[in-house]
């Protein structure tokens, strides 16, 4: 399979937004959960959002409201976009993908745990106050 790739980064000022996206090729499909973590400076890594199979999109409370996962299965692609942005947002970005062969997301251990397959290199998120 081919790697994932995010891009969109950047630094924004707190209130403003960013729309991160992740190349996926081979993985937007119905055998694939994806999703996006967060590594903020100093922190352990943690869990943003998750998609299943059929689109249904899963948060972590402390974006929800603010953040929307979604995905382009035609350019292969896992978006996130995010507004609102608060400083505590500030971290690497990264999305995931591991394979499920009943097509639900909740039997394999990727979002929220952490356990996926594949991994890209992330793209770092700057929040200034």
């Known amino acids: 399979q081919s790697q994932l790739k995010e891009s969109g980064g950047g630094s924004v000022q707190a209130g403003g937004s960013r729309n991160l996206a992740c190349n996926a090729p081979?993985?937007?499909?119905?055998?694939?959960?994806l999703a996006w973590f967060r590594q903020p400076p100093g922190k352990e890594r943690e869990p943003v959002a998750g998609?299943?199979?059929?689109?249904?999109?899963d948060y972590a409370d402390s974006v929800k409201g603010r953040f929307t996962i979604s995905q382009d299965n035609g350019k292969h692609l896992l978006f996130l976009q995010m507004n609102n942005l608060k400083p505590e947002d500030t971290a690497m970005y990264y999305c995931?993908?591991?394979?499920?062969?009943?097509?639900?997301?909740?039997?394999?251990?990727?979002?929220?745990?952490?356990?996926?397959?594949?991994w890209g290199q992330g793209t770092q998120v700057t929040v200034s106050s």
């Open positions: 995931a993908a591991t394979p499920s062969s009943s097509g639900d997301c909740s039997s394999v251990d990727c979002y929220p745990d952490g356990r996926c397959s594949t």
């Open positions: 081979g993985y937007t499909n119905i055998h694939y959960c």
């Open positions: 998609i299943d199979t059929d689109g249904t999109p």
